[in-house]
């Protein structure tokens, strides 16, 4: 319960800043569209927060299972945070110089972080997926193979999205490319 409050305040700030820097654009772009690094990383962060707090929700949890659903949120929370702190910690560095073997080892560093987190949780996983239901496992089942719809490059940067040289801003790939 506690990190579904959490999840819903850290969506809630989120939308609130993107509004914000939407009302305040200078270029008259629309800026849902244009985002700095730092405000990809949160974005990213705050968007895997609502899915998984969507998912809580329309899997009906009954109170034994919403322990172990909270234990294994738990043990996966720490890796999360970590990751969003490197992306933010990232994001105020220039890439300007890093090369392709340097970027390369930044999201070798990533994918290990990634994958000592998700060890970590395995078992409480192995054990709330034994606790559900049929109906409970094809929601789960389901919500992972939409979870990862945007895979995550060299750079450890989504594929759907890119970034401009003019102003270091990201856009969505489908967006045409605004004027520098």
Not at 50 to 60: P, R
Not at 73 to 89: F, I, K, V
Not at 136 to 150: A, C, N, T, V
Not at 158 to 175: F, L, N, T, V, Y
Request: aromatic share 6%; proline share 4%.
């Amino acid at each position: 319960m506690a990190f579904r409050k959490v999840a819903l305040l850290a969506a809630i700030l989120v939308l609130g800043s993107l509004t914000a820097s939407a009302e305040s654009s200078p270029t008259g772009d629309d800026p849902a569209h244009h985002f700095s690094r730092a405000d990809m990383c949160t974005e990213h962060y705050a968007r895997s927060v609502a899915h998984w707090t969507y998912i809580e929700v329309k899997l009906n949890l009954t109170p034994e299972q919403q322990g172990l659903w909270t234990k294994w949120r738990d043990a996966l929370t720490p890796g999360e945070q970590n990751a969003h702190m490197a992306c933010l910690q990232h994001a105020g560095q220039s890439d300007t110089h890093s090369t392709f073997v340097e970027r390369a080892v930044r999201f070798q560093q990533m994918l290990a972080a990634k994958a000592a987190s998700l060890q970590t949780a395995q078992p409480a996983l192995e054990t709330l997926y034994a606790s559900l239901n049929a109906d409970q496992k094809g929601i789960l089942d389901e919500s992972m193979s939409h979870h990862r719809h945007g895979h995550e490059g060299v750079d450890g940067h989504h594929e759907e999205w890119e970034h401009h040289s003019h102003g270091g801003d990201w856009q969505h790939r489908d967006e045409p490319p605004s004027n520098p």
